[in-house]
């Protein structure tokens, strides 16, 4: 590890480590806002064949991110930090760029037979999406050292300033009245410009980002690293596999309306990933030196995910119509059902992240492995059915499906081996209220209230009804955090 790293790693203090933290919620916040926010002017323009391009560069670039990643960012920044032999911030670019060259290629094939088969929309998507893809692992792999120092947000600050740029090259070629391909090619430049500003502030600390690394640590870091990638990519797949179905037998036009679904619902599971950030570190610890105190932190946990869980899904499932209008406009008035479908399966995934976590804690990972596989199985399955007779709530029911199928395996395996003592009653009466609010508020927008007023009124009968339900308990958690800041 280098001087310039050691040096970051001892001054790192628990303020420095939770402004980091805030940091990166707001750096993810960005990144999931302004695409929506782009896919919205992209719409509200009435650009839906551009719609359905963008909308497929973005899940490329997803796709390619968790796919080129490989699990490197967090297995090198512990390698730096235990200051393993060979190991270097330079060497870890020069290893990712080795994993991008296989993926780069395959991208590059799909996007030729794209092209020859007269699809050219889709060529476009798959060309831009695969530039981001391995630009952006670029430059990710140049954060393991600023993780190693605890200085993450210095990169999150630069994402943030490159996706805020990303979006306003969105509205400048809108306005400009520029081609649909100029749009779509505004997402690898955003990614381009998160390369050259996050290796100017490795250079600039003395991090080393454009060593040379010939030591033949590589292959171990690898080697190290596949599980955790192999996890990564199927955890992301199971999900998102029905994008590529929808594209196959809908087109590109749909596969816009249904990204416009899923920008909205990136931002609804953004809280559960920001909760985990701060949540898993503590689980972890209490997990080696006090067993009933991580017993009760994970009840905590448990019952926090399913209060937020609830709140956001209520909110969204009102909220859908008035929603998908601003994003889209009336165009889009049928991804309001879908919308609907992905917010119940959003409830599912926040227990199925939290309780794959505690898989993690448990050594199970091969395990969770397994239920993904499950899960994608099922949701290709299911998608290829339900696509061609509903479309896209078929699509989303899917998706939700195969979330609700994880989240029970994964809820299953853990209650059966970690004996956690979750307490599932209260959660059962939360659900069970949340359904009810979310139900009376849906008649009364059938009868004419406005959906605005039944979300803020629905919103407000699930918080004062989960407060009364958690009594003490919870005003005194309240509280505790309300003093901590």
Known sequence: MTDAVDQRVAGTTPRRMALATVVQGLARFAQLSTLAVASALIARHEMAS????????????????TCGDWG?????????????????????????????????G???????????????????????????????????SMMAPFQAAHRTEVPAWIDVGSRVAGLGMVILAIAAGAAGWVVVWTVPAMTLLDLLATAYAGH??????????????????LRRATPLAVLNIFSVLYLRANSLVVLAVLGTASLGAY???????DVLVLAPSLFLIVFFPVLVRLRSI???????????????????????????????????????????????????????????????????????IEGLQATILRVSVVALAVNLGLSVLLVHTDQLNGAATAAAISEILGAAMVIGI??????????WRRSVLVVLGASAVTAAGLVAEHIGVSAIVTTVVGTMLFAGGWFGLQGQQARALLAHYVRQG
Not at 76 to 100: K, T
């Open 50 to 65: 551009v719609l359905g391009t963008y909308g497929l560069a973005v899940l490329v670039l997803n796709l390619i991110q």
């Open 72 to 104: 490197l960012t967090p297995i090198g920044a512990q390698a730096l930090v235990d200051g393993e032999p060979g190991v270097s911030p330079g060497g870890l670019v020069r290893i990712r760029a080795m994993v991008q060259a296989p993926i780069a």
């Open 106 to 140: 395959l991208c590059v094939v799909a996007t030729v037979i794209a092209w020859s088969t007269g699809h050219n929309d889709v060529a476009t998507g798959l060309a831009a999406g695969a530039a981001a893809g391995v630009i952006g692992n670029l430059a990710a």
């Open 204 to 221: 600039r600390r003395g991090f080393g980002v454009w060593e040379v690394d010939r030591s033949g640590a590589g292959r171990r870091l």
């Open 259 to 265: 990204s416009l679904v899923f920008r909205v619902v």
């Open 290 to 360: 006090d067993l009933a105190g991580y017993r009760g932190a994970c009840q905590q946990a448990h019952d926090a995910f399913m209060a937020i869980g609830c709140a956001l899904t209520l909110a969204t499932i009102l909220a859908a119509h008035p929603l998908i209008r601003l994003l889209g406009g009336g165009e889009y008035l049928g991804a309001v059902t879908p919308l609907r479908i992905l917010a119940v399966a959003g409830l599912a995934g926040f227990a199925n992240a939290l309780f794959s976590q505690l898989m993690i």
């Open 414 to 423: 853990v209650s059966s081996r970690a004996k956690l003592g979750i307490r």
